[in-house]
Each structure stands twice: as C-alpha cells, then as structure tokens.
C-alpha cells in the first residue's frame, strides 16, 4: 500500500517558467513533510519540509503547499533553473515516528 | 567534514555471496538509516538505529542484519545474497526524532548475478 504517492513520474518544463510537483498522501497520522531532490549518481539531499499546522512554507524560489483536508502537497519552484533538473522525493512522516515514508519521485526536466 | 560517506560505490556479488556495505558519518548524528531504491521507486527502510548498540527493523530488513557498535559507523551487511537485493542502498542519518532532516550518503550500486 503507497502511502505516499506521487502520480507523475516526469515534468518538463521551461526555463523561467513554475514548476510544481504533486504528492499526495493517505495516511491522516502524518504530521511533516519533506521534499527531496537527486542528482544522478548522489545521495538525495533535502530541500524544504512543512509541518501540518502550516499550509505554506517558502523558501527563496521554492515554496511548498499543503492542503489537509485533500491530503495533497504541491511543490512550485519560481522561476525553474537548468539546475533544477533531478528527481524530486516527496516524503512524510508521522508524529512521534522517525521513520519517513517517501514517494516513488517525479523526474523534472528544466528545458533552456 | 564528511557528512555521510558509503563505501563501496559499486559491487557486483554472485548469488550466495555475503558482503558489507559500510557507512560513517562525522557530524554526531544519533540516528541513522539504510533505505534501498528500486528502478521507478521510492526509498524503502531496510533498517535503523537511534544510537549506539540500538537497531530496529525497517518496512524490508529481511536479507540483511545490521550492527551500531559506535556512534559513527552502522554497517549493513548482506548474507546469501539474492537477485532481488539488486539496488541502490542509501545511509543516512539525522541528529534526533525532531530533526525531520535526514543527510544522505552518495549511495551504493549493488548487482546480484
């Protein structure tokens, strides 16, 4: 059972132009959220989380968005970069658990 | 500093082989965690460790035995290795339960013929 989905293997998109990632979950115990990024042939390395109390959290050009009652999360990335271009985990986490569940990731391509 | 580091980057074993696969962070972290990813999926929890001389299972620890002797090093080792543990491994490791922040190594590229 996938807890943490995310249904679209790939995205391109324009340089300059907003990307956004979708992650949807279904599990009503999870509390955090976290997104991942990764490199071919590196280790993921983490980008930006929200807990549930939030409905947005931004940082530089990356905000993420939550929306409880769809028990939905979006990542947009303004303006996207060449950069930018990796696969994105989503992952979730209960309360008081330290084990994350991660999606199966979104391929983003920047195109120049 | 290091962060996380894997040793090997890639090994190919033959069905019924065992071997080790290591890892080592310097930043203090008490947590640590092997997940696997499979072509097309997510990170699995394979096993973990909230301190020295503490390990528990994970969502796929079956095939591998793990060992936290230090804070610094948990090793995954791999008895009678098998085709479906052909995988990438990842080690990762985080300060405490309320740091969400997990640091990954670069990975392991393990082949089972």
């Known amino acids: 059972d996938q807890q943490v989905k995310q249904n679209s293997p790939s995205l391109s998109v324009q340089e300059g132009r907003i990307s956004i990632l979708n992650c949807d979950y279904t599990?009503?115990?999870?509390?955090?959220f976290l997104w991942y990024k990764k490199y071919p042939a590196e280790g993921p390395t983490f980008l930006i989380s929200?807990?549930?109390?939030?409905d947005k959290n931004e940082d530089g050009r990356f905000t993420v968005f939550l929306n409880k009652s769809a028990k939905h999360l979006s990542l947009h990335i303004v303006p996207s970069q060449p950069g930018d271009s990796a696969v994105y985990f989503c992952a979730a986490r209960g309360f008081g658990n330290e084990k994350l569940t991660f999606g199966t990731g979104t391929r983003l391509t920047i195109i120049p | 500093n290091a962060g996380v580091t894997q040793t090997p980057k890639f090994r190919i074993l033959k069905i019924g082989q065992s071997m080790t696969l290591q890892c080592a962070q310097d930043m203090n972290h008490n947590y640590m965690y092997w997940y696997r990813q499979d072509p097309g999926m997510g990170l699995k929890l394979i096993y973990y460790?909230?301190?020295?001389?503490?390990?528990d299972k994970g969502e796929v620890p079956n095939g591998y035995n793990v060992s936290r002797s230090t804070t610094e090093d948990f090793p995954l080792r791999l008895e009678l290795a098998a085709p479906s543990q052909t995988s990438v491994y990842f080690c990762a490791s985080s300060y405490r339960d309320f740091n969400y922040e997990q640091y990954f190594g670069p990975g392991t590229r393990l082949t089972v013929t």
């Open positions: 599990n009503s115990m999870f509390d955090y």
């Open positions: 460790s909230v301190g020295a001389g503490i390990t």
């Open positions: 929200i807990s549930s109390i939030k």
